[in-house]
């Protein structure tokens, strides 16, 4: 879902630099420069894995003169501390048949994200077009706010209501916490600790 903030190995920057990370020469999010001088990327939403080229500007985006290589993992390998877990996964696979329902529980290490109320969001994923063809895409698209300005306590607890929109047509979900101060479905989201 991209917002990884990721170190820049050997770099001494200014500190009123205004830092920008351009990967493939496509995407550009915006970056910043700790108080020992060194330069941070936030990762863009991508639809690979594998070694991604990236470019560094210190000068807002005018000129790209630094370059590097970014390493872009498939989701369920990020560590543990960067997960949400959602208690009793049977439970919210089979909720709403038969014997199955009460509040659903969803929990995270709070501490990686440096805020004090943070909004869950739902993301659907799908592809259409004929697979491996030049019309095949992939999308990752929000699709509502679950809870909005919920304390950043770690935990959350809810019982479902049905969704108003229809999506039934996504291939899969996927939650994503993140902190409050972001506008519902903001990509390029920094997930500074």
Not at 95 to 107: E, R, V
């Amino acid at each position: 879902m991209g917002g990884k903030d990721f170190l820049i190995n050997n770099t001494a920057f200014d500190p009123s630099s205004v830092l920008k990370c351009r990967f493939k020469q496509q995407i550009t999010t915006s970056g910043y420069i700790d108080k020992d001088g060194k330069a941070h990327c936030i990762s863009p939403l991508l639809y690979e894995t594998g070694f991604i080229p990236f470019e560094v500007s210190t000068d807002a985006g005018s000129t790209f003169p630094y370059s590097g290589t970014w390493l872009s993992v498939h989701h369920s390998k990020v560590s543990d501390g960067e997960k949400c877990t959602l208690v009793n996964e049977t439970k919210w696979q089979y909720y709403g048949t038969s014997n199955t329902g009460g509040n659903l529980t969803l929990t995270w290490t709070h501490q990686t994200l440096a805020t004090t109320h943070v909004n869950i969001e739902v993301w659907g994923y799908q592809e259409t077009g004929d697979s491996y063809s030049e019309n095949w895409m992939a999308e990752w698209k929000y699709l509502y706010t679950l809870a909005r300005g919920t304390p950043n306590t770690g935990k959350y607890s809810f019982i479902p209501v049905p969704a108003e929109g229809n999506y039934s047509t996504w291939d899969y979900g996927i939650l994503r916490i993140i902190p409050s101060n972001y506008f519902d479905g903001q990509r390029q989201v920094q997930h500074k600790k």
